[in-house]
């Protein structure tokens, strides 16, 4: 098994361009800067392409190669690219016959792209954009075969996977305990002494839900019981030996495109659109974590609650975008105040909560100060005026409590702020007394 927990590979961020077209190497170039925010370096010649690699060494991530060039008629610029650099390639052709695919697959390209497609640059770019997001993506293959598992590695770096592998179900159970998130998805065999690959995707999957990893299974023996199997057991695909390279990867850079999706969905469930904080069901996850941490640590749990004095009159005045402004700017503000560690939401609409931990109340009560201080200070242009707004700030600490318990007390706190006059800070130890 390699180990889970070697460094990942260094940061790329250049794409090499060999075409000997001047305009669609500069129509290549120009939509890669601009939409993939990668540098490019163009060459119109196996000759040029052999400079930029001496040039820039290991900042590339990725080459988009014309298959006919002047000094390289029969394509032996993939070649230079693919196998003496092992540099992921995507190859431009006029067209596309069985015996140039399969030279073209054996050569170790990631992928051929008919130039006279319609959405020829389209795929190109899906193509480096997929290989760039790769560099993090760690692929698990569990197989008792060594051949097996050389060859689906050999496959999948095509595409910049970081791979890992397992000669067996218990070392699999282990690397992905090691490598904690680095690892996305496993590919499994079914057939495997010891656990098998349905054993072994029922054990993933009490620990790790479809969102945090993918899991297809392969095996040599396909049946429709035998795939309903594993997609019961938890598998999100199911491949049968023999396939085609071009299916095995179609497959996995699908099910890599998903995990994105539902990361990104779940991630946008906890937070606020608005102002890019976390939201309150972020906090709520959270809340027993805290209260534990601080009990175990013997650390006070303190919260600070702030609510904008006076916003509905705000918005009623200069609208909402002028509110908002205001918020995304208080936003700003706590943001650069509260410490990294600390739990920073947007509660809804004008109040914000902040939850931390080791702070006793004269420690709440000095970064209560600091967050209201600065929001006096904000002042927000629109509409041709300066906005400002200030806040009411209530702290609260307890040894031992819940978050619900200082929240709630830092709340009341908050509440008495407005009472006494608004544009201050209010301790619940203050009110205790």
């Known amino acids: 098994m390699s180990d889970p927990l070697s460094p990942g590979p260094s940061a790329r961020d250049h794409v090499l361009v060999v075409e000997d077209s001047r305009s ?6 120009g939509r890669i800067e601009s939409e993939l925010g990668l540098r490019t370096v163009a060459a119109g010649s196996r000759a040029q392409a052999r400079e930029a690699l001496a040039e820039y060494g290991g900042r590339f991530v990725a080459a988009v190669l014309d298959l006919h060039l002047p000094d390289a008629p029969d394509g032996e610029v993939v070649g230079d690219i693919v196998s003496q650099e092992a540099l992921p390639a995507l190859v431009l052709t006029a067209g596309i016959e069985d015996d140039l695919r399969d030279r073209l697959i054996r050569s170790g390209v990631c992928d051929y792209v008919v130039k006279t497609a319609p959405d020829a640059v389209e795929t190109v770019l899906a193509g480096i954009r997929r290989i760039h997001r790769n560099q993090g993506v760690g692929v698990l293959v569990v197989d008792d075969s060594r051949t097996a598992r050389a060859y689906l590695v050999e496959l999948l770096s095509r595409w910049g996977y970081r791979c890992y592998q397992a000669g067996g179900g218990e070392d699999a159970l282990k690397a992905v305990e090691q490598a904690q998130s680095r690892i996305r998805l496993v590919l499994c065999d079914q057939n495997m002494p010891g656990m098998d690959g349905e054993t072994l995707i029922r054990r993933l999957r009490q620990h790790y839900p479809p969102q945090r990893l993918g899991i297809i299974g392969v095996s040599s023996h396909g049946s429709g019981i035998l795939s309903a199997r594993l997609l019961k057991a938890g598998a ?5 030996r023999p396939f085609l390279e071009e299916e095995l990867s179609v497959r996995v850079n699908l099910n890599v495109d998903l995990l994105e999706l539902l990361r990104e969905a779940e991630s946008n469930a906890r937070c606020d659109p608005l102002t890019g904080l976390s939201n309150r069901r972020y906090l709520d996850e959270l809340a027993e974590q805290l ?8 650390q006070p749990l303190a919260a600070v609650v702030v609510d904008l004095d006076h916003f509905k009159a705000i918005n009623d005045r200069v609208g909402h975008f002028g509110g908002d402004a205001l918020l995304q700017a208080a936003a700003d503000l706590l943001r650069r105040t509260v410490r990294r560690a600390d739990v920073l939401v ?25 967050i209201r201080s600065g929001i006096e200070l904000l002042e927000v242009g629109h509409g041709g005026e300066d906005l400002a707004v200030t806040a009411s700030v209530g702290v609260a600490s307890l040894d031992g409590g819940s978050v619900e318990a200082v929240l709630e007390a830092a709340d009341r706190a908050m509440y008495a702020a407005k009472e006494a006059g608004r544009n201050r800070v209010v301790s619940a130890a203050d009110l205790a007394d």
Do not use: I, Q
Not at 24 to 29: F, G, N
Not at 236 to 240: G, I, P, S, W
Not at 358 to 368: E, F, K, P, T
């Open 291 to 298: 209260a534990e941490t601080g009990r175990r640590t013997l």
């Open 346 to 370: 947007r509660a809804g609409g004008e109040e914000f909560y902040v939850v931390t931990l080791g702070l006793d109340s004269a420690g709440a009560a000095a970064l209560g100060e600091r």
């Open 24 to 29: 669609v190497a500069a129509l290549l170039a």
């Open 236 to 240: 999100n695909d199911f491949l049968t």
